[in-house]
């Protein structure tokens, strides 16, 4: 009697973590309405607004999967076509079972900091939606890869217009030195990209540039 009251207990237990799993994971790429900037997909990758100054925002991202694929280049305009595309056929159907999937918001983009005659691995990314975050399919392309972002606080500065190289590379530039004014720690090396928008949207674009914070965040008053 009494096993059979542990074995129901230990079930009940292992259904319960399940559903909280399943719970948190919606509650991280979630409806896209809770975001203002995010119109463009029904789902968005959702976070916790930390703080803020005139130059930034600190956020708290939980742990994600996402879809990616890396490219060697000289610079973002050679590699992301390339890697958009491959990513592109994942989610319609290159993948084990053929199965279609919704695209999301953003697209994040891992960028090199390196000196322009220098290639660099570019990653780029495409958050998978909720339904898939606990048993995403397997790519078909050996080029693509599903990974797991962990949960990170985010220093994150946004803007409109276009992503370009140009302009990221203007606006990681100028949230480094907001970050290096307060002594700030992050981590080097690196920046993401995010964008939320199609290519075909051309007016009131949302662009971000992100920074992983390192040990606590600072976010000084105004």
């Not at 096993?3 to 129901?8: E, V």
């Not at 080097?188 to 199609?198: D, E, I, L, V």
Request: hydrophobic share 40%; net charge negative; with cysteine.
């Amino acid at each position: 009697m009494l096993r059979k009251l542990q074995s129901a207990t230990m079930m009940y237990l292992t259904a319960l973590v399940g559903f909280l799993l399943v719970l948190t994971t919606e509650a991280r790429v979630g409806n896209s309405s809770q975001l203002e900037f995010c119109t463009e997909t029904e789902e968005c990758l959702l976070f916790d607004l930390m703080c803020e100054t005139d130059k930034y925002e600190v956020r708290h991202y939980g742990s994600v999967k996402w879809v990616s694929t890396d490219i060697n280049s000289y610079a973002m305009e050679f590699a992301a076509p390339r890697a958009f595309m491959r990513l592109f056929k994942y989610i319609k159907g290159e993948n084990e079972g053929g199965k279609k999937i919704q695209m999301t918001s953003p697209v994040l983009v891992k960028i090199p900091e390196k000196k322009f005659w220098e290639r660099g691995a570019f990653t780029m990314s495409f958050l998978l939606p909720s339904e898939h975050q606990m048993n995403p399919p397997k790519p078909a392309n050996d080029d693509v890869y599903i990974k797991e972002m962990p949960e990170m606080n985010v220093y994150v500065m946004s803007y409109g217009g276009w992503m370009s190289g140009m302009a990221d590379g203007s606006k990681s530039k100028e949230l480094a030195s907001a970050l290096d004014s307060v002594n700030a720690k992050y981590t080097k090396g690196f920046h993401c990209a995010a964008g939320y928008n199609s290519p075909m949207t051309m007016f009131n674009r949302h662009n971000e540039v992100w920074y992983a914070v390192e040990g606590d965040p600072v976010c000084p008053s105004n």
